[in-house]
């Protein structure tokens, strides 16, 4: 049988403890960010007179730009994440040396806050569908992920992924992986309406 005395001896150790498992953490917390994620989704398919067609998120709205003298220049925009996806069309005119030089310097422009910048080349010879995608790394970069699509010589097609936002790419990592997603469904299912054949961008 325990004395008294040791009784008290236990009960008071383990109170002391006790008491410093429970000290306050005074220490000050890393800034946090709010949980953020692509909720599960669809596609729909593009129907339309755009010489192009492709399938983008049903939780995505699909907008014309209207922009005089460019007809098929459109926005896929995701409202709840401000954020856009700028696409833009132009006929070629034996001049797609000059159209990858600016698709590859509209880019290349976020290289000053850039931490790295990845090429993925895309090259469909069965639906004439060749392009380049960027994915641009770095906190303070304006659009994570450019692209363009080309059948090298009547069409040529370039997007942009834009916040209305200051950047802060850190903490919506997870909308940029989501969207990010998103365009690479979309690239795999892009085709060309009439190959072969200019539209009219008047």
Not at 83 to 90: K, N, V
Request: proline content about 5%.
């Amino acid at each position: 049988m325990i004395k008294n005395s040791t009784y008290f001896f236990i009960v008071l150790i383990l109170s002391m403890l006790f008491l410093s498992a429970c000290d306050d953490d005074v220490s000050p917390k890393p800034i946090g960010y709010y949980r953020l994620a692509i909720p599960e989704h669809k596609f729909i398919t593009l129907d339309s007179n755009y010489p192009f067609s492709f399938q983008y998120a049903d939780n995505a709205r699909f907008l014309n730009a209207h922009k005089k003298g460019h007809p098929y220049w459109c926005y896929i925009d995701y409202p709840h994440f401000k954020a856009r996806i700028y696409i833009t069309y132009y006929n070629v005119h034996g001049n797609i040396r000059q159209m990858l030089e600016d698709a590859h310097e509209l880019a290349y422009k976020h290289i000053s806050v850039a931490n790295d910048i990845r090429q993925d080349l895309i090259i469909e010879p069965k639906k004439k569908v060749y392009g380049l995608v960027y994915e641009i790394k770095g906190a303070k970069v304006a659009s994570p992920l450019n692209f363009f699509l080309t059948d090298s010589l009547h069409h040529f097609v370039r997007g942009a992924l834009y916040f209305n936002m200051k950047p802060q790419n850190d903490s919506i990592a997870p909308v940029i992986k989501g969207i990010s997603k998103d365009i690479g469904h979309l690239i795999e299912t892009f085709r060309w309406k009439k190959l072969g054949e200019q539209y009219d961008e008047r």
